[in-house]
Nanobody, 123 residues
Framework: VQLQASGGGLVQPGGSLRLSCAASGFRLDYYTIGWFRQAPGKEREGVSCISSSAGSTYYVDSVKGRFTISRDNAKNTAYLQMNSLKPEDTAVYYC?????????????????WGQGTLVTVSS
């Protein structure tokens, strides 16, 4: 099981980025996907998650209305579209997966993690 997160970079406040989480070695179809982030000096925070069927999604309050999680099982990839980015969104973003009922932002529920991708929001 391997996850590859990508799409991070430097963006100005108000800008957008789309993160991708590509799976290899297994099919994502039956797996819940979670996105987490960790800012310098802060604890890891759950950002969003999507159930295997995409029937359930959840967002932390700070990103509601700005971020959208999605998945394309045919491409074995999940996405996090981030709009109206703020400096406080600056962090290393991680994707994680596991077979779960629904979705959760509890990091301990996920056994499989990708490497992080850095998002920097700055003018």
């Amino acid at each position: 099981v391997q996850l590859q997160a990508s799409g991070g970079g430097l963006v100005q406040p108000g800008g957008s980025l789309r993160l991708s989480c590509a799976a290899s070695g297994f099919r994502l179809d039956y797996y819940t996907i979670g996105w987490f982030r960790q800012a310098p000096g802060k604890e890891r925070e759950g950002v969003s998650c999507i159930s295997s069927s995409a029937g359930s999604t959840y967002y932390v309050d700070s990103v509601k209305g700005r971020f959208t999680i999605s998945r394309d099982n045919a491409k074995n990839t999940a996405y996090l579209q981030m709009n109206s980015l703020k400096p406080e969104d600056t962090a290393v973003y991680y994707c994680a997966t596991d077979i779960l009922v629904g979705c959760t932002l509890v990091a301990g529920a996920y056994d499989y993690w990708g490497q992080g991708t850095l998002v920097t929001v700055s003018s």
